[in-house]
């Protein structure tokens, strides 16, 4: 039970200092030295405008030896901290910082209080608060776009795949030693009481060792270095193994995944959380827009490049009218053709030695009629109204009807051949 144990008395030994009830004022761009431990204030007097959003309000407390810094919300939490709780004190070792600390600020917060607690006599340490544009803001805003709509494209590379994997199995290495470990221990063993009550200096240790990474890459990189290359290719190996996603399924939920992971980082990163939900909305109906555009564009091509319309049949004549269309029509030519006639143009000697009848071409010319009475009723016997060339019409159209009905009614069919061989008279088959 140690292990449970040890966190209340690092609890004891490093949180619980008494220091006295004055409390200094932060202002922006100002630095202050102090040698004891010490209790800030910090007061946003500053409305957030719409340009503020990747601005990053900062308290920077740099000291050169082991100092301890806690940060709360207001000055009635920072009283509470001469009071001991349980869910205080577990609350605190995620607030607490060591040495050079940097204690980010929402823009929208009206107060903000630091306790400085010295562990040395002769310790010294400034604090300052800055209000600056942090291109870190920036860099994740793109990610978050970047993420979102190019997921599609990330599932479905291998690169990404490996990539990804890889990181992964880094950043969670540690989980997967608990897993492993925890696979060994007996059940119903007081151990799991000892693994809980460590839980949260194991929590603690981790925060420590990010707060100190520089540091740890700087005077431990050969250990850093071989963690990273043997977590690195046991990764790959089990990347490898299983191989890219080729279900649809899968890709769609690790494109849904990377979506709303992408839109996470787009609402961390913008500290106006209006704006970010605003530019989330955007984002969504940007990425959804190419089927409405589509449409639209369908719609607008199909009115803009529409073929002519047919036009409408004309209207079907009655006899009447058939006759004295014909009529008129047939003089309008004639008449062309004698203006040709008469025009320089047309050859007379060239026309007469092909014609057999000159002196009635010449006649037809001056303007008397292109038919004689005789053609003229011969022709009226034969194509008119009773005319031998109407009857023929009419009895070959009757018999194409008869032939047609025969057929539908009495389709080929092979005769029925009889198989059956019979003796002849001779007696030959």
């Known amino acids: 039970m140690h292990l449970f144990i040890l966190p209340i008395y690092l609890f004891f030994f490093f949180v619980w200092i008494p220091v006295d009830g004055h409390i200094v004022p932060l202002k922006e761009h100002e630095t202050h030295v102090n040698y004891a431990s010490e209790q800030f204030c910090y007061s946003n007097k500053v409305t ?30 920072l009283k509470e901290l001469d009071g001991f709780s349980l869910w205080m004190y577990v609350g605190l070792l995620f607030k607490e910082k060591l040495n050079d600390s940097y204690i980010n600020v929402d823009i929208f917060s009206k107060e903000t209080c630091l306790k400085v607690d010295t562990l040395d006599q002769n310790s010294k340490y400034s604090i300052s608060v800055t209000r600056t544009l942090d291109p870190k803001l920036f860099i994740v805003t793109f990610l978050g776009l970047l993420l979102f709509f190019c997921s599609d494209l990330m599932s479905r590379s291998s690169v990404f795949f490996y990539s990804s994997g890889i990181s992964i199995g880094i950043l969670s290495s540690l989980l997967i030693v608990v897993y492993v470990l925890s696979r060994f221990v007996p059940k119903k063993s007081p151990i799991y009481l000892m693994i809980l009550g460590g839980w949260s200096f194991s929590v603690y240790l981790t925060q420590l060792a990010f707060r100190n990474l520089q540091e740890i890459c700087t005077l431990y990189w050969e250990y850093l270095l071989g963690y990273l290359v043997i977590v690195g290719c046991v990764s790959f190996a089990v990347c490898y193994k299983y191989g890219p996603l080729e279900n649809e399924r899968n890709i769609n939920l690790l494109t849904w995944g990377l979506q709303i992971f992408g839109l996470l980082l787009l609402y961390l990163s913008i500290q106006i959380r209006y704006i970010a939900v605003t530019l989330i909305i955007i984002a969504i109906c940007t990425k959804n827009l190419e089927y409405p555009v589509i449409w639209a564009y369908a719609i607008y091509s199909r009115k803009l490049f529409t073929a002519p319309e047919k036009p409408s049949p004309p209207r079907l004549l009655s006899e009447e009218e058939y006759r004295i269309q014909g009529e008129v029509e047939t003089r309008k030519a004639l008449e062309q053709l004698r ?43 034969e194509y008119g109204l009773g005319g031998s060339f109407l009857e023929d019409q009419l009895f070959e159209e009757e018999d194409e009807e008869d032939d047609s009905s025969f057929d539908e009614d009495y389709p080929e069919t092979p005769w029925p051949q009889n198989h059956l061989n019979f003796q002849d008279k001779t007696g030959h088959c």
């Open 48 to 77: 957030p405008k719409w340009h503020d959003i990747w601005t990053k309000i900062q308290i920077r407390v740099n000291s050169t030896k082991v100092i301890r810094v806690i940060q709360v919300e207001s000055e009635e939490k």
């Open 339 to 381: 203006e040709y006639c008469r025009s320089p143009e047309f050859s007379a000697w060239k026309a007469v030695s092909r014609i057999q009848s000159p002196k009635r071409f010449a006649d037809f010319v001056e303007g008397a009629s292109h038919v004689v009475p005789n053609e003229a009723s011969v022709h009226e016997q």
